[in-house]
């Protein structure tokens, strides 16, 4: 359901979070651009049962450093290590079984670009905040109920990232990651474009694989 662009305000947050928190078919939920409080954005998240992207609060304002490494090759292995892990057998097996991989891939993309353009970057974490990012996008909401499986994902992920890190030092970091983004973590990911916009021009095995190829390298590297 889109509802992008509208002024439902508050009062039909509200009426809409009591809608879904009866019963809701959704899948996804779009109320990007609707001018509303923080609040009422909180609520839709508690209530809602499928994916809700909302616009964030405040723009973000991207640190330098960041912007180097964005524009640098630094972030585009990153990106590739990333996209290795998730296409492994193993990166498949760890995370959500039911879930879009691809979608996971570009949240986690997303997730970390939104991040580093919030706090400093030390280069010594990146593979530990690219494999947290991995891991938060695999819940399903902004807030962390860590199951066994998840404990089990969390020492999985410390231990490829290869440079010392426990499955504690994850955990820690996934929530530090989540108090950050809040909210931001639910805005829509150029994938949720490519796969709205399939929908609607029709689509074979062989054009989306294409173009989510193309999307791949748009994401990675800024100058494509």
Same mark, same amino acid.
């Given at each position: *359901? ?8 508050? *009062?039909? %947050? ?6 879904? %928190?009866? $019963?809701? &078919?959704?899948? +996804? ?5 609707? =001018? ?19 616009? =964030? ?5 991207? &640190?330098?450093?960041?912007?180097? *490494? ?27 079984? $039911? ?37 938060? %996008?695999? #819940? &399903? $909401? ?25 499955? +504690? ?5 996934? +929530?530090?990651? !989540? ?8 805005? &829509?990911?150029?994938? !949720? #474009? ?6 609607? !021009? ?9 173009? $989510?190829?193309?999307? +791949? ?6 100058? #494509?």
């Amino acid at each position: *359901l889109s509802l992008r662009d509208n002024v439902i305000g508050d *009062l039909g %947050a509200q009426a809409l979070a009591s809608a879904l %928190a009866v $019963n809701s &078919p959704l899948q +996804e939920l779009d109320i990007w651009n609707n =001018p509303m409080s923080k609040a009422s954005k909180l609520g839709l998240l508690v209530s809602a049962r499928c994916k809700v992207f909302v616009e =964030p609060s405040l723009l973000l304002v991207q &640190p330098v450093s960041w912007l180097k *490494l964005a524009d640098g090759r630094m972030r585009a292995v990153l990106f590739e290590w990333i996209a290795q892990l998730h296409t492994s057998t193993h990166g498949q097996l760890a995370l959500d079984g $039911n879930a879009d991989p691809q979608d996971l891939l570009f949240r986690t993309f997303s997730y970390l670009d939104t991040y580093f353009s919030s706090s400093a970057v030390q280069t010594t974490e990146l593979q530990l905040m690219g494999v947290v990012c991995m891991l938060v %996008a695999s #819940f &399903p $909401n902004v807030t962390l109920t860590w199951s066994q499986r998840h404990e089990e994902v969390a020492m999985w992920l410390a231990m490829v990232s290869d440079s010392g890190y426990t499955g +504690e030092d994850v955990k820690e970091a996934a +929530e530090r990651v !989540t108090t950050l983004l809040g909210v931001k973590m639910l805005k &829509p990911t150029p994938y !949720t #474009f490519l796969r709205r916009y399939l929908r609607k !021009t029709g689509w074979t095995q062989k054009s989306f694989s294409l173009a $989510n190829y193309l999307l +791949e390298l748009a994401v990675m590297d800024r100058a #494509f």
